[in-house]
C-alpha cells in the first residue's frame, strides 16, 4: 500500500471533489449517479464527489493505492462518523 495523499482539504457546502489538477468542470450529479452509499460518488470517471457532515471547513483525508482489492465489503468500512 503507499499513501498519495494524507493532510487536510477544503469542504464547501458539504461537499468535497477529488479530480484531475486539469480538469475545468465536471457535473456533480452525473459523479454521484447511481451511488449506494450516499457518501462517495464515482460514476463520472476520473472524479470523486464525497459527502461530509461539515459544511465549510478543513477536512482530514487519506488517499491510498492499494495492491489489491480488500477481500470482502466489509473491509470497506467508511470512517466518517468520527468526524460528527
Do not use: K
Request: proline residues 5%.
Amino acid at each position: 500500500m503507499r499513501v498519495l495523499f494524507d493532510g487536510e482539504m477544503q469542504v464547501q457546502y458539504a461537499f468535497l471533489h477529488l479530480l484531475p489538477w486539469n480538469t475545468e468542470y465536471y457535473e456533480l450529479i452525473s459523479a454521484r449517479g447511481g451511488q449506494a452509499n450516499g457518501l462517495c460518488g464515482a460514476a463520472q470517471p476520473g472524479v470523486l464527489a464525497m459527502a461530509t457532515g461539515l459544511h465549510t471547513g478543513s477536512v482530514p483525508v487519506r488517499v491510498e493505492a492499494l495492491d489489491r482489492a480488500p477481500s470482502s465489503v466489509a473491509d470497506w468500512e467508511e470512517r466518517w462518523s468520527r468526524f460528527r
